[in-house]
């Protein structure tokens, strides 16, 4: 042989025990910062695959409308009552919003149940 000796089981325990801190930083990174992460990005591509004719949606850039036309990646929104047509990317959808005949007719019926 050449004179080299093998660790020992001291070397090893060492070098296990240097890396370690690491190892657990690596793995607590994954499940409070890169876990979560990947199940809201999720939710979020399924809310937005899931958007048909008719569902009242909100963009990032703030806008609210109801769709009107769904071509691939591309939506056609209305977005008042005079109707004006908006064209958006999927992707620019924030979420879905309550359809807004329910939240006017709500404080309506909130007054009469008051008197």
Do not use: C, H
Request: charged share 30%; aromatic share 6%.
């Amino acid at each position: 042989m050449n004179g080299e000796s093998m660790p020992g089981a001291g070397e090893y325990l060492t070098m296990i025990a240097n890396f370690a801190p690491i190892v657990i930083l690596i793995v607590l990174f994954y499940f409070l910062l890169i876990r979560p992460q990947r199940k809201r990005d999720k939710a979020e591509r399924e809310m937005r695959n899931s958007i048909e004719v008719g569902d009242e949606i909100s963009t990032i850039g703030g806008f609210i409308g109801r769709v009107v036309n769904i071509k691939d990646d591309v939506l056609i929104i209305e977005s008042s009552n005079d109707r004006t047509k908006l064209k958006i990317y999927r992707w620019a959808i924030r979420g879905k919003e309550a359809p807004a005949t329910e939240t006017v007719e709500a404080p309506k019926e909130a007054n009469k149940d008051a008197k």
